[in-house]
C-alpha cells in the first residue's frame, strides 16, 4: 500500500493498541514525536492520518479516542465506532485516569 512514511507510523502505532482498549490520538501524536526526538507532534496530524486508514477493520482506527474519552472522528460514523467498541467490551477510560497511567 502507498503511503507517507508519517500516516505509516501512525497505522503502526494502530496496530499494538490491544483488543477491547483504546488510545487518544495525544498518546499517538507522543509516541510518534519520541520516536522522531521531537519535542510535540500534533494530533490533529494524527486523526489525520488515521482517517487515511483504507483498512479500518485490520488496521483498528476506531480504538482511537478524543483525551477526553469521546467517540471522536471515524469514517464509518461514530454509531459504528461505539458499536465496535461494545463489541470488543472497551472501557472508555476518563481523562484523569489517562494522565495517571501515562506518569506511571
Known amino acids: 500500500m502507498h503511503t507517507t512514511p508519517f500516516r505509516r507510523a501512525v497505522w503502526e502505532i494502530l496496530l499494538t493498541i490491544p483488543y477491547g482498549q483504546t488510545m487518544t490520538y495525544g498518546e499517538i501524536a507522543e509516541r510518534i514525536a519520541v520516536k ?3 519535542s510535540h507532534m500534533s494530533a490533529q496530524a494524527v486523526g489525520g492520518a ?3 486508514n483504507p483498512v479500518s477493520l485490520i488496521i483498528p482506527c476506531h480504538r482511537v479516542v478524543g483525551t477526553d474519552g ?8 461514530i454509531e459504528k465506532k461505539r458499536q465496535l467498541l461494545t463489541l470488543e467490551r472497551a472501557e472508555l477510560q476518563k481523562q484523569e485516569e489517562r494522565k495517571w497511567v501515562r506518569q506511571v
Do not use: N
Not at 70 to 77: F, P, W
Open 70 to 77: 469521546s467517540l471522536t472522528g471515524y469514517a464509518g460514523g
Open 36 to 38: 522522531k526526538g521531537i
Open 50 to 52: 488515521v482517517g487515511h
